[in-house]
């Protein structure tokens, strides 16, 4: 089972991740976080596989925090997740950062899960 | 005096009764048919093409059509032929009145005329911008996609209302606000009733019930859905080389008196007609 930690200030993105995942029988959600600072801190308590991001927080953003994972953590896989995907230089930059893919909102479950899988 | 469609005018006017309305309704569902039905009934794809079209709908701003295309299902010209097809065969509520007998072809025509009349200040046919707004295009865009994302992401029937220029927004349950910076800088705003707060809640959580869920969650919802509106705003401004940032969305409950504009800001308001109880409006707020 691979754990997975959702990062999104909003409460119905996190809502629909979780219920995505945790009903998919191979992945698990070990929890939510709604900035990149806290992010950061619960990819230390909670060790977990994958992380979907949300690029556009208050407080620490989740570009911001994916530059910091990826020093931090060699091993954990950032997948962002954002209304933003479709934004060119945006893309570019998160996969330039090390984010393994981008998902746009507003996403198809099936799209979710094939993404989170393959990596 | 209020938006309507057609045939509610016509109840209303006593020049039809609601059973006929019916009647014309139901035969209207049986004749019209949307462009996945007619392109399967005319033997060019199955329901498999069109839930995979649709699927690939929800992350590409492209018509049905075009995207059948593009996904090669159908042809360029077996596409014309579709479109042909449902324009030639399409049956307006006012002809279906008539075809079962509730109206004659004479009293259609006056109707119509008085119809037009009574929805003028209502109903806009296109996306009409003020000639003072800069980067219309953009501001177009905002539009065109807020009324596209209301139909696919939350599945709601609405007629948009005409723009028009206002220095206050009147109150209502809540709006959900963000900003746009970079090559333009403004506020875009959803106000959204009680009613429509809960739709959407529903159509974002997807969930039969939200009765139960705390105000937070109904708020994040509609700022969600903002989110999701000016996030593909942006990536289709991109394409036009414009460059803008968004902030993270907010929620105002503005007061009794509405929300002001603030100084060096014209705001531009789209009513959004959903039902007589239902309100939404889009407003911009556009920095000068």
């Not at chain 2, 590409?60 to 032929?81: A, F, H, N, R, W």
């Not at chain 2, 501001?139 to 209302?161: C, H, N, Q, S």
């Not at chain 2, 009513?271 to 409006?281: A, G, L, T």
Request: net charge negative.
């Amino acid at each position: 089972m691979k754990k997975v930690l959702i990062v999104d200030d909003s409460l119905s993105v996190a809502r629909q991740l979780e219920k995505i995942i945790n009903e998919s029988g191979d992945l698990v959600s070990v929890g939510h976080a709604k900035n990149g600072a806290e992010a950061i801190k619960m990819n230390h308590s909670e060790d977990p596989d994958i992380i979907c991001m949300d690029m556009n927080m208050p407080g620490m953003d989740g570009l911001t925090a994916l530059r910091s994972l990826v020093v931090l953590d060699k091993a954990v896989k950032v997948v962002m997740v954002t209304s933003l995907g479709g934004v060119g230089d945006k893309f570019t930059e998160a996969i330039k950062l090390g984010a393994k893919n981008v998902i746009s909102k507003p996403f198809e479950p099936e799209n979710v899960l094939n993404i989170l899988r393959s990596l | 005096m209020a938006v309507k469609f057609f045939g509610q005018f016509l109840v209303e006017q006593g020049a039809v009764t609601s059973e006929a309305l019916l009647h014309a309704i139901e035969l209207q569902e049986r004749t019209n048919l949307k462009l996945g039905e007619m392109a399967t009934a005319m033997g060019y794809i199955t329901a498999d093409d069109i839930e995979r079209a649709h699927a690939s709908q929800l992350s590409k701003d492209m018509k049905l059509g075009d995207l059948l295309v593009e996904l090669g299902i159908l042809t360029p010209s077996q596409l014309q032929e579709v479109l042909d097809r449902q324009k030639s065969t399409h049956l307006y509520i006012g002809e279906a009145l008539v075809k079962v007998g509730a109206l004659t072809p004479e009293k259609l025509e006056s109707y119509l005329a008085a119809f037009k009349v009574d929805q003028a200040p209502y109903v806009a046919e296109r996306i009409e911008l003020p000639d003072w707004l800069r980067n219309q295009p953009l501001w177009e865009t905002a539009v065109d996609m807020t009324y596209k994302m209301i139909t696919r992401v939350l599945g709601i029937r609405f007629r948009p209302g005409k723009c028009q220029e206002v220095s206050r927004l009147s109150t209502n349950q809540m709006l959900a606000a963000m900003d746009l910076s970079g090559d333009a800088t403004a506020r875009y705003l959803l106000s959204v009733s009680a009613g429509l707060q809960k739709t959407i809640a529903k159509a974002i959580l997807k969930e039969d019930n939200v009765d139960q869920e705390p105000p937070e969650v109904l708020e994040d919802t509609v700022m969600e859905f903002v989110n999701i509106v000016c996030g593909n705003v942006v990536a289709k401004a991109s394409q036009s080389g414009l460059s803008l940032e968004i902030n993270p969305p907010t929620t105002i409950h503005p007061a009794l008196n509405g929300l002001p504009v603030p100084d060096s800001y014209r705001a531009l308001l789209f009513p959004i007609h959903v039902s007589n109880d239902e309100v939404m409006e889009l407003a911009l707020f556009i920095k000068q």
